[in-house]
């Protein structure tokens, strides 16, 4: 299996390294703009590819290069100095109006795995440009902020996180929440006085808590986009809380969010329906309020 990851900075470069070890990936791509540096990336991780028992070939170049991959990450981003993931919205929207089409002609089978911010709007943007059905298109959504928060009640509850049984859902941003009516320890649901207030906040702030603190983040991502680009070229059919295109209604466009799915060798395989909370439900509803405006300055900024 290839896999090509577009934009080789602090995440594209975590996500080829953590990549290295996966068996099922016989091709890695490194594409990017500065040749010279993707170049230096591609040569490091050979040689560390030899302390792996089947490491992939690593290869490189442009987006004009980047050909018959089967999945393709999306990593690419302008710089940020800011704490909000909304304001990367118009100038990413514009990096990726420039490569996905030629990305989608020139790897018409592949799966496309979107990591860059605003990930829910950008999600949707890529369905539009690429014209793909919505299941070859997943976006990392909540998937970071699911072990965030498995890690932060873990630790208060002296479990392991393999025993929470949890997702956060809705945007990868401000408005995403806890599931707590589908959240489970050991198979014992969890009530809401379970969950202390510092375990909840230090899901939806340690992101911009790591950004403060070091200027990026990239270990926990490059997991999170390992696991689904490993559950997609094993065919795992594994569920986690990816961004996928969903209907809301009337009043909403189409548009992408966190919600449990499983992910196989087709992309989505499945969209998982949760039962939300009256409380929940309006907590979803303004998560997909928030994707919408985002999603509206996306498309007036290109005349779409
Ligand atoms: N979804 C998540 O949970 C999550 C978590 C962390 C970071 N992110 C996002 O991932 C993105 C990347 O973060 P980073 O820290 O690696 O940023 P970075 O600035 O270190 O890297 C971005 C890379 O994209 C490259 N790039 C820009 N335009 C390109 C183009 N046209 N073609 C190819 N490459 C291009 C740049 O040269 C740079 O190497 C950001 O948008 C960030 O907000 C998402």
Redesign the pocket.
């Known amino acids: 299996m290839k896999v090509a990851i ?7 470069a975590a996500l080829a390294y953590s990549l290295l070890e996966l068996e099922t990936v016989r091709e890695l791509m490194l ?4 040749l010279s540096r993707i170049e230096g990336e591609a040569i490091d991780l050979r040689h560390a590819g030899s302390f792996f028992a089947a490491p992939p070939s690593v290869s490189y170049g442009p ?1 004009s290069e980047c050909r018959d991959s089967d999945i393709i990450v999306l ?5 940020t100095t800011s704490l909000d ?1 909304t304001h ?1 919205a118009v100038d ?1 929207a514009q ?1 990726f109006a ?2 996905v089409p030629v990305l989608t002609r020139q790897n018409p089978n592949s799966i496309f795995v979107v ?3 605003p ?1 829910d709007s950008l999600t949707q943007l890529t369905i539009e440009l690429s014209d793909l059905p919505p299941s070859r298109v997943l976006g ?1 959504g909540t998937v ?1 902020d699911s072990c965030r928060f498995r890690h932060a009640l873990s630790d208060h509850l002296r479990v392991h996180p393999d025993d929470v049984r949890a997702y956060v859902l809705g945007e ?1 941003g401000e408005s995403q929440f806890i599931w707590l009516s589908g959240a489970a320890v050991g198979g014992v649901r969890l009530e809401a006085s379970d969950i202390p207030l510092h375990v909840i906040e230090s899901t939806r702030s340690s992101g911009t808590d790591i950004f403060r603190l070091k200027g ?3 270990y926990a ?1 490059a997991q ?1 986009l390992k696991l689904m680009v490993r559950s997609i070229a094993g065919n795992r059919l594994g569920t986690m809380p990816v961004s996928t295109q969903v209907n809301l209604g009337t009043d909403f466009p189409l548009l992408c969010l966190a919600t449990p799915c499983v992910v196989g060798r087709r992309g989505i395989e499945q969209v998982l329906k949760p039962h939300f909370s009256s409380e929940e439900q309006q907590m979803w509803l303004t998560s997909g309020r928030r994707v919408a405006a985002t999603l509206a300055e996306i498309h007036q900024s290109l005349g779409v």
């Open positions: 577009v934009g080789i900075g602090h995440v594209g594409v990017g703009r500065n987006v990593c690419l981003s302008q710089k993931r990367l990413n990096l420039e490569v990591a860059t911010n990930v990392a970071i990868h990026n983040t990239c991502i999170a």
